[in-house]
């Protein structure tokens, strides 16, 4: 099909349309993701080499635009239902994640990246600790071509687990928070069980976000860098200021719902392009091993979760 496909204005129109249909409420999460994986099997990503960054921007914005569905008491109450699940899952799959490293004979970089994307959030971690630790590039995009894959499984298996066990919108949004990687597919998975589940997953995920920074402290002092610096999720300063104007400003109410549907558009958009950046090369150039501590992480801490929230 890339043989076929070889005019490059052609994959690029291709491409743009695909995006456009993701943005409309015809798309679930699910689907924008599985789109954009086709898309890069069959023709490949015409635009592979400057969506990195668009994906964060478009993911940054739209998470503080879900900011706006919110009232601070919703939040207050997610984050404090979610405070003690955090900080044990944190610490148990970072200590795990080091006794499988060393079980498996992984190099620590890879294993600690591991641990980091699994216990934080996903992708985002894995940058933050990543000019700490200083691992090879190969180890870095080993790191990330693994939490991706197991973000796109979650995306599918979480929401089917969740009606299949009847879990209540405010369980499911917990245990997306706490168990799948990254943001993206946790508000992705979340906002296809439905909206409650939304607004708990966002907030708590985004609380569990700032543990960057304590966890970013602790590498440094583990592997003795001392030069290097914190990156600080700003961002989710921005997610705060839009629940408190949500809250205090009731004028924006006529507004609230439509920036939370573009902010939902958004993230169609944004599991779109991550699908697009994926690949069966990428995907075959994942190790057994390192594939297998990451399994292992992932299982412990969602089934882990699972039990504690409907316990």
């Known amino acids: 099909m890339k043989d076929f496909i070889q005019n490059e204005t052609i994959r690029k129109v291709f491409f743009i349309v695909l995006a456009v249909l993701c943005l409309t409420p015809f798309i679930s999460s699910p689907i924008a993701l599985i789109l954009g994986f086709v898309l890069a099997v069959l023709i490949g990503n015409p635009f592979e080499k400057h969506l990195h960054h668009y994906i964060h921007l478009l993911l940054q914005i739209s998470i ?156 440094m002092f583990i592997f003795k860098s001392k030069d290097s610096k914190i990156k600080i999720p700003w961002f989710i300063g921005y997610f705060i200021v839009a629940i408190l104007l949500n809250t205090y400003f009731p004028f924006l109410d006529r507004f609230s719902a439509s920036i939370t549907v573009l902010a939902k558009s958004g993230l169609n958009l944004t599991l779109f392009f991550i699908g697009s950046t994926l690949s069966i090369q990428t995907l075959r150039s994942i190790g057994l091993k390192p594939l297998l501590v990451a399994v292992i992480l992932w299982v412990v801490i969602s089934t882990g979760s699972l039990v504690y929230i409907i316990g």
């Open 64 to 219: 503080v635009g879900l900011g706006f569905g919110l009232k601070l008491d919703e939040a207050l109450h997610a984050g404090k239902e979610g405070l003690l699940l955090t900080v044990v899952s944190i610490f148990t799959v970072m200590i795990l994640g080091y006794l499988l490293g060393k079980a498996f004979k992984l190099e620590r970089p890879l294993s600690y990246l591991l641990s980091a994307g699994t216990a934080i959030c996903g992708g985002s971690a894995i940058a933050a600790v990543s000019p700490i630790i200083k691992p090879s590039t190969k180890q870095i995009s080993l790191a990330l071509a693994i939490v991706f894959t197991l973000n796109s499984i979650a995306l599918f298996i979480y929401p089917a687990v969740g009606h299949l066990l009847n879990l209540s919108q405010e369980q499911f949004g917990l245990w997306c928070a706490v168990g799948i990687h990254d943001t993206s597919s946790v508000v992705g998975a979340a906002g296809k069980y439905g909206d409650e589940a939304l607004k708990i997953a966002t907030t708590v995920k985004l609380a569990r976000a700032l543990w960057i920074i304590p966890v970013s402290l602790i590498t």
